[in-house]
C-alpha cells in the first residue's frame, strides 16, 4: 500500500507504510479514512473505532485518535468500560481514561463483580489501583485537592 507523504511531495517520492496489524475490515475502514475529508468517521470506521484509535497512535494521525475517542466515549457502559481504560494508556489519553474511570465508578459494583474484573486485575495491576484511587478520591472529597482550596486559597 502507498501513502503519499507530504513531507515528500516536492520531490515526487512515494513512501512505503506496510499496515499489517489491521484485519482487513479494520484496513479498508482506515484507508477510507485516510482519503475522505478527515471530518467525521464513516459508520463503518465507527465500528472499528478501538483498531482506528491504535492506528492513529502508531502512525501519527491525531485527527483519527480524537474522532475515535469520541466515538469509544460515547459508547462507555459497564461491559466495555475496562477495555477503554486499558486502551487508554496506550497513548496516555487522560480523556478517555477519565471517562471510563468515571462509568467504572458509577457501574462499580457491577463491574467489580464480574469475572473480567478478576482477569483485568491479574494483568493491570497499576490500573486497577488508578480505579481505586479515582474511587476514593471521589467518595472522599478529603483526598482531593479541591477540598482544600479554600484554606489555601487556590
Do not use: W
Amino acid at each position: 500500500m502507498m501513502f503519499e507523504s507530504d513531507k515528500f511531495k516536492a520531490s515526487s517520492m512515494m513512501e512505503t507504510v506496510t499496515v499489517s496489524d489491521l484485519k482487513h475490515e479494520e484496513l479498508v475502514a482506515f484507508v477510507e479514512f485516510i482519503y475522505s475529508d478527515g471530518s467525521m468517521l464513516s459508520e463503518n470506521a465507527k465500528q472499528h473505532a478501538v483498531s482506528l484509535y491504535r492506528a492513529a497512535a502508531e502512525y501519527e494521525i491525531p485527527h483519527l485518535g480524537d474522532l475515535c475517542r469520541n466515538v469509544l466515549i460515547s459508547s462507555l457502559n459497564s461491559s466495555n468500560a475496562l477495555k477503554v481504560l486499558a486502551l487508554s494508556e496506550n497513548p496516555s489519553d487522560n480523556a478517555l481514561s477519565d471517562a471510563a474511570l468515571k462509568v467504572i465508578k458509577t457501574h462499580q459494583r457491577t463491574i467489580f463483580a464480574s469475572a473480567e474484573f478478576e482477569a483485568f486485575v491479574v494483568h493491570h495491576p497499576i490500573l486497577t489501583v488508578k480505579i481505586f484511587k479515582f474511587i476514593s478520591a471521589v467518595c472522599h472529597p478529603i483526598h482531593h485537592p479541591a477540598y482544600y482550596s479554600h484554606i489555601f486559597n487556590y
